[in-house]
């Protein structure tokens, strides 16, 4: 969020113009917590859905605003209703001093029941391991070092209580050492999705190719997963 004019929350209703018109519900965050409270929400979960159009691969489109699958934020009612909220990402002030130049507006875009089923973490590490592990092995046998590196400082994440990420405030105080903490370290790590000279930008011909994209979609796969499963997984009773 730091580099946000805003974050918003809004709903949509039809106009007499067949489309819609926009109501805000909450300015920031905080006011929506509250929204929320009031409408006794018990609690609230992420989903990710990868695309279903033709245009380009999540993968790639990870590198770009909007890209990368929907993500969306699940708010669960008391009587098991699940309303979804979805971001739009719009540039405002490119000049803006503080460079938070980004307009985000979360959308109530769906109900829905019962809320969504998402892997556990215990489910998802044993694949996100042989996933870092083919990729890593890849990018050796291709003498990719610095991308060697992404993928050996994440697998190192998972045993260690160090945090390599830039973002080192992705759960609540005192769960630092936990497998959440641990698995959203290693999810910056690994991610190398992105625009020039990422892991994105690389091209390989014949089987070379074929291996290169089998890797690289699994563990884009796997990550996605693996955010959502930390992200939603019940804190531990301390």
Not at 29 to 42: I, R, Y
Not at 65 to 84: K, P, Q, V
Request: proline share 3%; hydrophobic share 40%.
């Amino acid at each position: 969020m730091q580099s946000c004019e805003h974050v918003q929350f809004v709903t949509f209703a039809r106009n007499l113009a067949g489309g819609y018109d926009e109501k805000l519900v909450a300015r920031t965050p905080e006011e929506w917590f509250d929204v929320l409270a009031q409408n006794e929400t018990k609690g609230l979960s992420l989903r990710h859905e990868a695309s279903s159009g033709a245009g380009l691969p999540d993968r790639i489109s990870a590198a770009f605003a909007g890209g990368g699958g929907g993500w969306s934020i699940d708010a669960i009612d008391r009587d098991g209703l699940t309303r979804s909220w979805r971001a739009r990402w719009e540039v405002g002030n490119r000049d803006a001093i503080d460079r938070r130049i980004w307009r985000v507006s979360y959308g109530l875009v769906g109900e829905a029941r019962p809320p969504a089923i998402h892997a556990t973490v215990a489910e998802i590490r044993p694949s996100l391991i042989r996933a870092l592990e083919d990729i890593r092995a890849f990018a050796a046998a291709q003498q990719l070092q610095n991308f060697v590196f992404c993928f050996q400082r994440a697998l190192d994440a998972l045993h260690s209580t160090a945090r390599f990420g830039d973002y080192k405030d992705l759960v609540a105080d005192g769960e630092g050492d936990g497998d959440r903490a641990a698995l959203l370290d290693v999810c910056q790590s690994a991610w190398v999705f992105g625009g020039m000279g990422s892991w994105n930008d690389l091209s390989f011909e014949g089987e070379l190719g074929r291996q290169y994209d089998q890797v690289s979609e699994r563990l884009f796969a796997l990550l996605n997963q693996t955010i959502v499963a930390a992200t939603n997984e019940p804190q531990a009773a301390g």
